[in-house]
């Protein structure tokens, strides 16, 4: 069976119903991420249409939350087994904004939270080694930074599903979009061509100049249906 670090998507043209079943409410694609709607009282959720091993492996995703810390808005990723409620989970709730970082078994919780921060946190990461959870952050996708917290686990996680979720536990007055986008898919480093300096290769910003100061400017690609800006 293969492992949950060899399920991708970039979602760069539409969500891939050949990889994706929706569980519960909506989702959408929206320029080269998933969408998924957090509307009360529903919650949406899209999960792998295979099913993959965890044990020794990891997942990982950009998250970007909409409305951060606005009451019960609750988005995040899980790796759960084929019961649905048994696994791993991260994920961002509550005012002011938290990141929980949890194991739930036998139906019961066990988790420890930290304050969110939407620029640390923008891309979440759980790993599975020696029958522990492990749970990172990074801001770029690239260098991550474990976020402090493990899980002893007697879970066998060798059958399971990667799963997005986004939802309001209490009404909040409105809709608010969660977005997903490069599954396990670490990112191009935009707009930093490389120069020859100090005997090798090194990545530098592409800029431009405004007339009074040179300003780093984003690279962007075309995926074939809309413009995606590197990071």
């Not at 079943?21 to 929206?30: E, F, L, M, S």
Request: positive net charge; hydrophobic residues 35%.
């Amino acid at each position: 069976m293969a492992v949950t670090a060899t399920f991708t998507d970039t979602f760069d043209t539409q969500i891939d119903t050949a990889k994706w079943t929706v569980r519960a409410g909506t989702y959408a694609w929206d320029a080269g991420r998933a969408r998924l709607t957090t509307t009360y009282p529903s919650y949406s959720y899209i999960a792998s249409a295979g099913i993959y091993d965890f044990t020794n492996s990891y997942v990982f995703v950009k998250m970007t939350v909409g409305a951060a810390g606005a009451g019960s808005r609750e988005q995040q990723l899980a790796v759960l087994r084929p019961d649905l409620d048994n696994g791993a989970y991260l994920f961002v709730t509550g005012n002011p904004a938290v990141l929980t970082m949890r194991r739930r078994e036998g139906g019961t919780n066990f988790q420890n939270s930290i304050l969110y921060d939407p620029v640390a946190h923008a891309w979440i990461r759980m790993r599975m080694s020696g029958g522990q959870f492990h749970y990172d952050a990074s801001p770029d996708g690239i260098t991550w930074t474990n976020l402090g917290f493990s899980q002893t686990t007697a879970l066998s996680m060798t059958t399971s599903t990667i799963g997005f979720l986004s939802g309001q536990y209490n009404n909040e007055g409105s809709t608010v979009f969660t977005y997903f986008d490069n599954l396990n898919v670490a990112p191009v480093v935009g707009g930093r061509p490389k120069v020859y300096t100090a005997g090798s290769w090194q990545k530098k910003p592409a800029k431009v100049w405004t007339g009074s100061a040179w300003v780093e400017k984003p690279v962007k690609v075309y995926t074939g249906s809309a413009w995606k800006t590197l990071t």
